[in-house]
Every structure is written in C-alpha cells, then in structure tokens.
C-alpha cells in the first residue's frame, strides 16, 4: 500500500527509495542483537554424509517430511503473487494506488495470524492447524480467481496472507520440536531450500499456465492441486492430523 500510494505521488524511482527507507529499523535491530557464546561441543567433520544429513533426517521424519512437501505444492500450485499485475490492471481495473493495495493486503493478514496466535498461544492439534490453513488457502486462491471486485480481492489476499502465516509458524514449531539440536542446521537448510524455492517453482509454473488458460485458470488449477492433496494428506496421514504439543526428540 505505502510503495502504491507514493508511486502515484512522488514517481517510480522516489517511491522505491521511500520503500527502501522501511527496512532500516529492520537493519539496524539485526545489527543490535547480542547473542551467549555457543557451548563447546565436538564438531562433527565434514563428510558426505554429514552434508547430507539434513536431507536423511527430513525423509526419517514423516510429519516433517509431510508438511515441506505440502508447503512445497500447495504454496507453489496457488502461486499467485506474480499475476498481481494481471488482475490488477485487467481484471480488476486499478491504479498503481490499487495495485499497491493488493500487494500489501497479504502481509496485513499474516501480521493479524501472528497475532492471533501470540493471544491463543500454545496450540495443541497443530498438524490439524496446518491442514486446514493449506485447504482455506487453496480454496481462497481459487475464489480469488473467480473475483472481478476489488474489496472482496484484497480480502481474499488477507486471507491468504493470514492462513500462509498460521502454516507457516506451526511447520516451523513442529520442525523445532521434532529436531535433535545436532542436526538443526543442516536440517533447516534442506527445511528452509524448500520452504523458499516454493516460490520460484510456482511462478515458473503459473506463469506457464497462465499464458495457456489465462491469468484466472492458472490460479484454479493452483486451487484444484492444492486442495486435492491436501485432502489427500489429510486422509492418508493419520499421525500428521493427530500431530500436537508432544515433543519427540530423537
């Protein structure tokens, strides 16, 4: 919203450089956090197979292994950041000030997940809670599709952003609670290569698509593949649904 509004007021190159004066707070708070000397441990030497450690360890873990592939799918089949422009100027007729607005409404509603998480705190059925916010965000994606009016898409995009921020943090918690502290590292890069490259595969692919079925039909074959395996994983894993607070720890 804030790089839409000042593009219509102050021109491209003015309203990157105002955009780019909002990351200083982060800049300087990473900066000025002091971290305790890590313990002294025997480090491990370099082999192969310590180097791919973390890739064995996410394929001995079921609920983990689980919850990156549906991230990996869902999050990268319902890709629809890159269309923004798409349906911004062509479907739903907007200016930069609305384009601004539509790319801003999703981080809106991931600060409101995080919230509504720090008020429930603890959440006991969290395998349940990842299940149904990959369903509601692959439904969502696909009623976004199908909207030509404004308010009801930046909405949408609220929802997405607030359900993408629920997954989010219960993946992350269930990866932190399953992992032996000598393999997080390694194991969170293979967790983490995963999470990011979701992206960057779903944009290749819906921009694919989108030059074949349209901006719209790309977004419903997203919500299409989302959602059936999603169902899918809800059905064949069991211990994924029942997943909750209990701490496995190897």
């Not at 890739?55 to 292994?65: A, C, K, M, Q, V």
């Not at 359900?163 to 983490?192: C, E």
Request: charged residues 10%.
């Amino acid at each position: 919203m804030i790089a839409g509004v000042s593009l219509e007021l102050m021109g491209i190159g003015s309203a990157y450089l105002f955009n780019a004066l909002f990351y200083l707070p982060a800049a300087i708070s990473i900066i000025l956090i002091q971290t305790s000397p890590a313990p002294d441990h025997k480090k491990e030497a370099f082999s192969v197979g310590s180097f791919l450690g973390g890739l064995r360890f996410l394929g001995s873990e079921p609920i983990i292994l689980a919850m990156v592939v549906l991230d990996f799918i869902v999050a990268g089949a319902g890709c629809y950041r890159p269309l923004l422009p798409i349906f911004a100027k062509d479907i739903l007729s907007v200016g930069p000030a609305g384009f601004g607005v539509l790319s801003s409404a999703p981080a809106v509603g991931g600060i409101i997940g995080t919230f509504l998480l720090l008020l429930i705190g603890d959440v006991e059925r969290k395998g349940l809670v990842v299940l149904w916010s990959f369903l509601t965000y692959a439904a969502t994606v696909g009623i976004f599709a199908l909207s030509t009016n404004f308010w009801l898409s930046v909405f949408l995009l609220g929802v997405l952003g607030l359900t993408n921020s629920l997954q989010a943090v219960m993946r992350q918690t269930t990866f932190h609670l399953l992992t032996p502290d000598q393999i997080r590292g390694r194991a969170f890069a293979v967790f983490n290569m995963f999470s990011q490259g979701a992206g960057a595969v779903g944009a290749t692919e819906v921009g694919f698509i989108a030059a074949l079925m349209g901006a719209p039909g790309a977004l419903l074959v997203g919500c299409a593949v989302g959602g059936l395996f999603t169902l899918v994983c809800w059905i064949m894993l069991p211990n994924l649904r029942s997943f909750g607070t209990e701490i496995r720890r190897r």
